[in-house]
């Protein structure tokens, strides 16, 4: 199994620095233990609301012009979703998006706002249907993570904590499918060899932590991992994927949903933030499980901020369910 | 009356560059109108959580050190008591934070938190009371706006809007006691010559305006500032900043309490920003006061994020009072 070099992630950074990803700043916690000081990494502030963008516009930004016509397809529960629609936008291509039913409201309404076409299946059916729209229009089909080009994207993540922080001793980063936490653990372990690269997820889809523990992959069911409310943390590691988390992330610990919930209560009212539960996973790991971190210097990646309304109000009103 | 120049500012910028302001991005709004791109400047997400630490720290810089010992006092509503907190701090100086009794109880315990000593008093008492403090301890008092230090450090936010977005159309900056708009109206103004600065209070607080269409200061009472939601908004400009305003601020315009509200919603779920009411008056602006805008590039500065956890669940969940 190839996995992508830290060369392959400054190439994205190149190749994404004008296509609209903010460079977002290290936001210093003052509310930390001061045993592990902690900066959060705030991709929520994104234009589409989430990491998605880095990796999408890196995939797009290779399309040759020949195939650039017959435009793109994606599947997604959401945020890669908005993040293709996006990106193809300013492109200048089509972009079909097939998204399972679940999905919150919120993204769905977000991804046709940025003149995407949205195909809503379920769940267990959505691969299926954007292979067979890529095969009946030519269309090049941007995968959420299983993907080179996708994971050294959200590798500049990495990048810029390394440039701001050097000394940098743990970053805490969510994972799905893996491609965000295998593109920063590339960049970090090239960048900061010192630093521990932690992956969080729920407690509820928590296959990779398992998987991760036995050395091998463990397959969850589709309904299983749809139960947590963090509704973009559903995914499950691919092979590409799994090969980097194995050999550059150091461990991947679990949250409750209980805990997610706090979390995101938390950075609205300590960090002015306002972050989805999937993005509030790597606070809810600082803040719950103190014993499985190192100390020193900590960088969460909040990786986005897209809930509906009624959620975050409800969640603002009784944290606990 | 000796108004302060960008030098002062390009000063400001220099000696608080270490001192714990985050260098906030410029966010673009994708939800913006075409005709007038909208960027948000997120001072929301100072450590503090407002715009507020950037004048603390260059008047607390300047203190001399024979003067340090002595500490210092404030008198605030709010952001401006846990910006000398927490700068004071930050400087090894004792501080000592005089707020009326009607701030909201998440301002109170973050300036204790940040090792200050707080003395709640009537609204009216508050500058009687630190001048007090001031004259029994020697200590030195650090205005909330009517000085040309804090207003220089405040200032420091139009020298990065300048240097993000050169050619900037117009800014919108909240006035309460015209610190930041008198700051950030003198960079703009020397580095974008051709952008408007406009000025945003609530109606209910609206005696800025009133007193920039009439040519001179127009007092309202106490009582009747302190109407607005937006805590953050209720002070009346000095003769030191009016004349800042007179001279660099191109108009006023005002909103409504619920178009304030509305904007706190869309702030939350458009630009997953938590903002307090007085941080989201120029996003209302932006959204409701077209006809007094001019078109084009625009940049609103969200100028705090303190609210209370409660206020906020109730703005998601009834935006309209």
């Given amino acids: 199994m190839n996995l992508i070099s830290v060369e392959d992630v400054h190439a994205a950074a190149e190749r994404i620095k004008d296509a609209a990803a903010v460079r977002t700043p290290l936001l210093r916690c003052d509310w930390a233990d001061p ?33 650039r016509a017959n435009g793109v397809v994606a599947y997604s529960s959401g945020n890669h979703a908005q993040a293709v629609a996006y990106v193809a936008k300013r492109f200048g291509l089509r972009a079909t998006i097939v998204v399972p039913e679940n999905t919150p409201t919120t993204k769905i309404e977000a991804t046709r706002a940025h003149g995407a076409e949205v195909v809503v299946v379920p769940i267990t ?13 030519g ?18 993540i990495g990048l810029e904590i390394a440039a701001d922080l050097p000394d940098v001793e743990a970053v805490l980063v969510p ?37 991760l523990a036995a050395g091998h ?9 749809a139960r947590t409310i963090a509704d973009g ?11 980097h988390l194995r050999e550059r992330v150091d461990t991947i ?10 979390a995101v209560v938390t950075l609205a009212t300590r960090a002015r933030l306002v972050a989805e539960p999937s993005g509030a996973v790597t606070t809810a790991a600082y803040l ?21 309304q009624s959620l975050l109000a409800e969640l603002l009103t009784h944290p606990t369910p």
Same sequence: chains 1, 2.
């Fill in 288 to 308: 719950n499980r103190t014993a499985d971190l190192p100390q020193g210097r900590t960088v969460a990646i909040v990786s986005g901020g897209n809930l509906d």
């Fill in 35 to 67: 045993a592990r000081p902690l900066w959060l990494k705030p991709e929520n502030l994104q234009p589409i609301g989430a990491f998605k963008i880095r990796g999408a516009a890196n995939a797009i930004a290779r399309i040759p012009a020949s195939a």
């Fill in 175 to 211: 994972v799905s499918g893996g491609g965000l936490a295998s593109g920063v653990a590339t960049a970090i372990k090239a960048l900061c060899p010192k630093a521990a690269v932690i992956g969080v997820e729920p407690a509820l889809a928590g296959d990779a932590a398992e998987s």
């Fill in 217 to 225: 992959r463990v397959r969850w069911t589709d309904e299983d991992r």
């Fill in 125 to 137: 059916d959505r691969e299926i249907v954007a292979e067979r729209l890529v095969a009946e229009r």
């Fill in 139 to 156: 269309a090049t089909l941007i995968p959420p993570f299983d993907h080179p080009d996708v994971i050294a994207g959200q590798g500049t």
């Fill in 233 to 243: 943390l559903r995914a499950a590691p691919s092979d590409l994927t799994f090969a």
């Fill in 253 to 262: 610990v679990t949250v409750s949903e209980e805990e997610i919930r706090a």
